[in-house]
């Protein structure tokens, strides 16, 4: 058989070429085989023409084969093996079988050979791949500013809650499908009552989800479950708003706040969340409660934010986007943020200090990028922050020995993904004239308030003590670490003693604490 200009085989008795070439052949032996390149026939040679087709000459244990290769069994001139179909269809591409559906191609897979490529999805575009083994692959195209369009139609999370929750403590929300909320989130629940922001303290899985409070009777008309999307905000008040009901803190500009709004309250008493319910134009805003007996030192008032979003998809795009990567949308302007988890058709966003997700409606224009800086995406490490500062002196007097204690309840809400924390504050210990021979306090990062979750974020100090005067050691404390969180994660700032140390401070009156988490995927 003549393979390209050489022939194989058997010599002078299998061909492979035109028609027109092999007829034109001379010194053909008699029964020599041959196929027809041009026609799909195979044939074989009588000593004086060749017969081209099905014929009788061409046969396989007696069985006619009228469309398949022949090919020589190497022992019989005479006799042929039946090669199967040959590896065109009809001739006619148009009725090739290899199609299955619209949009079928063909791959060279190497020399002679190739198989069928199946279309890609919508938006996709073929594009060169070495590692496939057809060499091409269904791709999306990065345009030139690093942004690559992506599928399907991105919805913001939302659910209805099926019951009617009253104003109180501890609401319950009934939901059949409570996925996509957690302990921690702060949501906004909506009806025809108006709405209100609140934070999750139970999920009860596709039953319901617990608040801590709410200050509206809501109903069941147009009722809403949504990530909050307040974005960070800080004033100062004037008074000294004591504990009690609808309680007013004075303020010139209260042009940040909402009612409904989520808010820490701080001064040195402590910090205490309450939620807005008038808002009187720089004036005063309102709140539900107070528990404790505020002052104007170091007063501040600051927005409880959520940071973090969810973003459900039509399609699953776990292939095409990754952890870390930058997503761009409109949501009535032009909003960024970085993926900090995706699971199929689930998509968890962080919005840093800057971007929220204002719309219960699908989101447009939804993009993609896997480079560092697309273009537009703000690079600055401050928007991509959670920081929690306090301004007050926290103070424990005579601390039991081992004993951890969460001072002024300082902590700071770390979203799921990758973190660089970090935490900087003046710890402060001190002591009257005591035979104790040393005196300490002990600084730490924790994911329960009364106690050491992780040595690695524990710092201390050590004085020596005097038994004649009073004594006290005070410096500087910070560690840092990467966090890995598979789930937004409270961490306490909390303090301890091991010796009998009469009090130990943490003094944010001096130097503010910092306790701030940095997204790592920047």
Not at 78 to 106: R, Y
Not at 277 to 294: G, K, P, Q
Not at 308 to 320: K, M, P, Q, W, Y
Not at 350 to 379: C, E, H, K, Q
């Amino acid at each position: 058989m003549k393979h390209i200009d050489a022939q194989i085989g058997f010599p002078g008795v299998l061909y492979k070429d035109t028609k027109a070439n092999v007829e034109a052949l001379v010194g053909v032996v008699e029964g020599a085989q041959a196929y027809a390149t041009d026609t799909d026939l195979p044939g074989w040679y009588n000593g004086g023409t060749w017969v081209w087709g099905g014929g009788s000459g061409i046969t396989r244990n007696g069985n006619t084969t009228n469309h398949n290769l022949a090919v020589w069994n190497g022992n019989n001139a005479d006799s042929l093996e039946d090669g199967g179909a040959v590896p065109v269809g009809g001739g006619d591409v148009a009725t090739d079988p290899i199609w299955d559906a619209k949009g079928d191609l063909a791959g060279g897979t190497g020399p002679n050979t190739a198989v069928k490529l199946t279309v890609g999805a919508d938006g996709l575009f073929l594009k060169a791949a070495s590692g496939e083994a057809t060499g091409l692959i269904w791709a999306a195209t990065v345009a030139a500013d690093g942004w690559v369009s992506a599928s399907g139609t991105w919805t913001p999370r939302s659910q209805a809650f099926t019951n009617d929750p009253a104003a109180g403590s501890n609401v319950e929300l009934g939901m059949a499908d409570t996925s996509g909320f957690y302990v921690n989130d702060i949501v906004n629940v909506s009806s025809d009552a108006g709405n209100e922001d609140a934070i999750i303290t139970v999920v009860h899985a596709n039953v319901h989800i617990t608040v801590a409070t709410l200050t509206l009777n809501h109903t069941l008309v147009t009722p809403i479950v949504r990530l909050s999307s307040r974005l960070p905000y800080q004033n100062a008040y004037t008074n000294d708003p004591g504990a009690g009901a609808n309680i007013e803190l004075n303020m010139a500009d209260t042009s940040g706040f909402a009612i409904g709004m989520l808010v820490d309250v701080l001064s040195s008493a402590g910090i205490e969340k309450a939620t807005i319910t008038v808002v009187h134009a720089n004036t005063h805003i309102t709140v539900n409660s107070l528990a404790l007996n505020h002052t104007t030192s170091q007063p501040l008032v600051r927005i409880v934010t959520n940071q973090t979003f969810i973003i459900d998809t039509s399609g699953d795009l776990s292939t095409v986007i990754g952890v870390g990567n930058k997503i761009k949308f409109t949501d009535g302007t032009v909003k960024y943020f970085i993926v900090v988890a995706i699971a199929a058709t689930r998509i968890t966003l962080f919005g840093g200090t800057d971007y929220s997700i204002a719309n219960v409606a699908a989101v447009t224009s939804p993009s993609y990028s896997m480079m560092r800086t697309p273009f537009g995406f703000p690079l600055s490490p401050a928007k991509w922050t959670v920081t929690n500062t306090d301004i007050s002196h926290r103070l424990q007097g005579a601390p039991g020995v081992g004993t951890w204690y969460n001072l002024g309840t300082v902590a700071i809400s770390i979203p799921i993904g990758l973190w660089n924390v970090r935490y900087a504050t003046v710890g402060y210990a001190d002591i009257a004239g005591h035979a104790t021979a040393q005196f300490d306090v002990w600084i730490t990062l924790s994911t329960a308030n009364n106690s050491e979750s992780d040595t690695e974020f524990t710092s201390f100090l050590l004085g020596d003590a005097q038994a004649t005067a009073s004594m006290a050691v005070g410096n500087t404390m910070n560690r840092d670490k990467t966090l890995n969180l598979t789930a937004k994660t409270p961490y306490y700032h909390n303090a301890k003693t091991t010796t009998h140390t009469d009090n130990i401070y943490i003094l944010n009156a001096y130097v503010p604490i910092i306790i701030q988490a940095v997204c790592a995927y920047l």
